[in-house]
């Protein structure tokens, strides 16, 4: 009887560690989003369809990544400047993210676990080339209550690329001109 109860208690400590560790709602929401833009892409044939575009408009928070990525000069742009910035940096964004879907395999996509603190949640993955090479993927998301478990941040090998950005950002406005780095994403997202 004592040996059943230890099992039962180990049993049961098991089963809520693996559900710790697995997946939760940021998993399943992000999951639910990449399944959707794996499906249109295989569907449409084309990552740069609209259906794929809009899917990876629901799930990353283009104006919190632009911000990020704008870093300091963000305070000194007016409300027009910020939203064409956004535009610009969320069409660059996007055109790279689906320039790349095609040479993941889907169907190899490992959800690894997720941590989870207050609004803030990091769905850590593991994503199989077609080569069969595998890149750790983590995606940082923030929940809100007009759009919940967006993406803010994409950290591939543990480089974030909204940090990335606001590298190349800055050194573009700190030698020539703000001005000059909007003319650069108008000409890279042509």
């Not at 709602?25 to 249109?40: F, G, R, V």
């Not at 910020?82 to 610009?88: I, S, W």
């Not at 190899?108 to 077609?130: H, I, N, P, S």
Request: no cysteine; hydrophobic share 45%; charged share 25%.
């Amino acid at each position: 009887m004592r040996g059943r109860r230890t099992l039962a208690v180990l049993g049961l400590t098991v089963a809520l560690l693996a559900r710790a560790a697995g997946a939760g709602e940021p998993t399943d929401h992000l999951k639910s989003e990449i399944d959707a833009l794996y499906a249109s892409v295989s569907k449409s044939g084309d990552a740069t369809a609209p259906a794929g575009r809009a899917i990876v408009d629901r799930i990353f928070d283009f104006p919190a990544m632009a911000q990020a990525a704008l870093g300091d000069h963000w305070k000194a742009r007016t409300p027009a400047e910020r939203e064409q910035f956004t535009q610009l940096f969320s069409d660059l964004f996007a055109r790279a993210y689906l320039a790349r879907v095609h040479l993941v395999d889907a169907k190899t996509f490992q959800y690894l676990g997720e941590t989870v603190e207050g609004d803030r949640a990091t769905v850590k993955t593991k994503v199989l080339t077609k080569r069969g090479s595998g890149i750790a993927v983590d995606y940082l998301l923030r929940n809100k209550p007009s759009r919940p478990w967006q993406v803010n941040d994409v950290r591939v090998e543990t480089i974030s690329l909204v940090d990335n950005y606001r590298v190349q950002f800055d050194s573009v406005i700190v030698k020539t001109s703000y001005a000059d780095l909007v003319a650069k994403l108008r000409g890279a997202t042509k």
